[in-house]
C-alpha cells in the first residue's frame, strides 16, 4: 500500500472496515485519552468525599450570603425545635387525610417558614450600613457645628434611643448653667477661678461634669469621694476641666435636639441607605424570592383544595356507581 497516495472518503471508509489496514495507517501507538482537568488546569485524582458525613461536611464549605435559597431544611441559626412546633400548627390547621395531602401541607409548610428570610435578610443589611455611619455625617446634616460634629454622639443614628423630657430639661439647664460660667470666667488668668464656688452656684453642672469625666474613663475621678471636694489634680489643671465642660455641653446639646429631629435624621439615613443599597431598593436578589415563595404558599393551597374536590368527585362516582 502506497501511504503517499490520496484518499477519498470512500477509500478511508473501507479502509476502516478492515482492521489490519488501519492499524498500518493508524500505527501500533495510539493518543492516551486526555485526562481530566480542574479548574485551573492541574491534574486531579480526588473526587472528594465519599461517606455521607464527609459529604455533609464538605457541603458547608460554601460561604452563604443570605439563605434565601438554600437548599437545606434549616438554616444553621434555625431552631429545628421551633420549625417543629410551626409545621405542627400548619398540620392541625390544613388537617391532611392522606399521604398526598401530607406532602402537600409540608411544602406549604415550609414555604411560609422560609419567607421571612427575605425580610430578615434586609434588615440585616440595613442594621450593618446604619452601624457604619458616621455620627459626624448625621451632625453636619443637622446643621450643627464643626466642632459640635467633632463630638457627635453615636446615639444620632440609633433611632430606637429615646431621651427623656426630664432629661431633656435637665440637659438644658446644665447647658445654660455652662454659658453662665464661661460668661464669669477670667479671659486672662484662668488659675484665679474658684472652683470650689462654681461647684455651689451650678451643682447640677459639675454633678454631669462628675459622671462624664467616670464615662470617659479619666483618673483620678472629679470628686473627692471623702469630703466630696474637687481633687487637687484637677484644680491644677484648669484647661483639662473647661475642655471637659465644653465637650459636656455640646453633647448635651445634641441630646435636647434629638427627639425633635428624628424625623429629620430617619429621612437622611434612609436616603443615604437606599442610594448605597440599590440593589436591595430593586429587591434584587430577595425581594424577588420573597415573591416567589408567597405564590409557592397560595399554590400549595391551591392543589390542596383541587386535590380534595378531585377526591369528592370520586367518592361521588363510586357511590352511583354502587347504587346502579
Known sequence: MNPDRDLGVNSINEIALTPALTEELVGAQTMPEPAKRGKKGKYQGQTGPRSRRGKEASSKNAKMIHGLRAKKLLLPFEDPLEYE?????VMSALNPQDVIEIDIAHAYGYAVWTSPRSE??????????IEQIDPSKIAKKLGFSGLHCLNAPSFL?????????ERI???QLIVNQHKNLRKGLPQEDYESMDW??????YPELFSELAKWIAREGYSPPFFNEEDGQIQAEWLNDHECILKNLTTLARFLDFEIAFMDRKPEIRAYVEQLFWQSHHLVAQGIGCGDHFVKVQNLTFTQLERLVAYRIMKKKLAN???EVEEE
Open 85 to 89: 412546633a410551626h409545621m405542627q400548627r
Open 120 to 129: 430578615i435578610y434586609r434588615q440585616s443589611v440595613s442594621h450593618q450600613y
Open 157 to 165: 443614628k440609633d433611632l430606637n434611643h429615646v431621651i427623656t423630657p
Open 169 to 171: 430639661k435637665l440637659a
Open 196 to 201: 470650689g464656688k462654681a461647684v455651689q452656684l
Open 317 to 319: 362516582k363510586d357511590e
